[in-house]
């Protein structure tokens, strides 16, 4: 198993920037990659950003692109969230998965991003 423990979340103002850490433990070595995903109230959890373990490649949702980064440090993936808008306003999700086609299945607890207009 893998054990996800998220931080960083909190209150920004908009055009404010907020990183988001995730720490890994257990069965690293199982994971393929780590994503972000998102969800506002009354809305559907959306995918906004992934980075690979081994190669550190990435991808990201257009809403996020050119703002938002993910990068890997060990054990340890990041979000850097630059130029937030209020609808980033979400709690924010990291999640692993095994393969590039398995399913995200080891998720963390969430942490709160609110961005005040």
């Known amino acids: 198993q893998v054990q996800l423990v998220e931080s960083g979340g909190g209150l920004v103002q908009a055009g404010g920037s907020l990183r988001l850490s995730c720490a890994a433990s257990?069965?690293?070595?199982?994971?393929?990659?780590m994503g972000w995903f998102r969800q506002a109230p009354g809305k559907e959890r959306e995918f906004v950003a992934a980075?690979?373990?081994?190669?550190?490649f990435t991808n990201y949702a257009d809403s996020v692109k050119g703002r938002f980064t993910t990068s890997r440090d060990k054990a340890t993936v990041y979000l850097q969230m630059s130029s937030l808008k209020p609808e980033d306003t979400a709690v924010y999700s990291c999640?692993?998965?095994?393969?590039?086609?398995?399913?995200?299945?080891?998720w963390g607890q969430g942490t709160q991003v609110t961005v005040s207009s």
């Open positions: 999640a692993t998965r095994r393969s590039s086609t398995s399913e995200y299945e080891y």
């Open positions: 257990g069965r690293t070595s199982s994971i393929y990659a």
């Open positions: 980075v690979t373990w081994g190669f550190g």
